[in-house]
């Protein structure tokens, strides 16, 4: 069985920039998340999507970032302008079933490693 | 709200030597708590997970024990190989949404 696909697997930007990250999970999952992960800390929940709906933004801080998944498929998370604190991995992440439940297995990407200069 | 503490690291042991990397956590309720493993280059895989008190998730040797009186979950391992490299997550689901909350990693780094 295919994994969760990240792309691309390394980025580098000038702070103001704008960047993109695409993310195929695990065909058949219904939930989707984005992590944010920096250096030395544990993966932050940004943004969390059953099918193709929002179920939980509030970490995501909009004025900067956003997400979407058409489809209730790919998805797509994208920094405008990016900032230097924005430097980290963000991990896609894919859940089989459409209520995620207390022992619901994740499945993780390799990243897409930011770095914002 | 829910938190998960884990050791700082790294953590270098010489193979076969004993592991415990500790974990605490913070929730309200009875959180599900997991171990996940990230090997170099790769992402996030479940090691384990215990679902109630006193359950003892286990794999590839690894055992942990959900402790509910003193809110742990240690990792554990009787002898480690250099293939047992990597970072460590431990972490909890609970409330509600039942989003999985990660302690910030252990790094293990295990020398021949």
């Known amino acids: 069985e295919a994994g969760v696909a990240q792309s691309p697997r390394y980025k580098i930007i000038e702070k103001r920039q704008s960047v993109a990250f695409w993310c195929n999970p695990i065909?058949?999952?219904?939930?989707l998340y984005w992590y944010q992960q920096i250096l030395g800390q544990g993966p932050k929940l940004l943004i969390q999507?059953?099918?193709?709906?929002?179920?939980?933004d509030s970490q995501l801080p909009k004025d900067r970032f956003s997400a979407e998944r058409l489809k209730g498929v790919d998805s797509t998370l994208k920094i405008q302008p990016a900032k230097l604190e924005d430097s980290a991995v963000y991990l896609c992440?894919?859940?089989?079933?459409?209520?995620?439940?207390?022992?619901?297995?994740?499945?993780f990407g390799s990243g897409t490693q930011l770095s914002v200069l | 709200g829910d938190s998960v503490t884990q050791m700082e690291g790294p953590v270098t042991l010489s193979e076969e030597a004993f592991l415990t990397i500790n974990c605490t956590y913070t929730a309200t309720g009875y959180p599900s708590l997991f171990w996940y493993v990230q090997y170099p280059g790769e992402g996030l895989q479940l090691l384990l997970k215990a679902t109630k008190a006193d359950d003892k998730g286990s794999n590839k040797g690894f055992e942990a024990t959900y402790r509910k009186e003193t809110t742990s979950f240690h990792l554990e391992k009787g002898s480690v190989q250099v293939s047992d490299s990597a970072v460590y997550f431990c972490?909890?689901?609970?409330?509600?949404?039942?989003?999985?909350?990660f302690g910030r990693g252990t790094s293990l780094i295990v020398h021949p």
């Open positions: 065909s058949g999952h219904a939930t």
């Open positions: 999507f059953q099918n193709n709906g929002v179920v939980d």
């Open positions: 972490a909890l689901s609970a409330g509600g949404s039942y989003i999985p909350t």
């Open positions: 992440a894919s859940s089989l079933r459409q209520r995620t439940v207390s022992n619901e297995k994740l499945f």
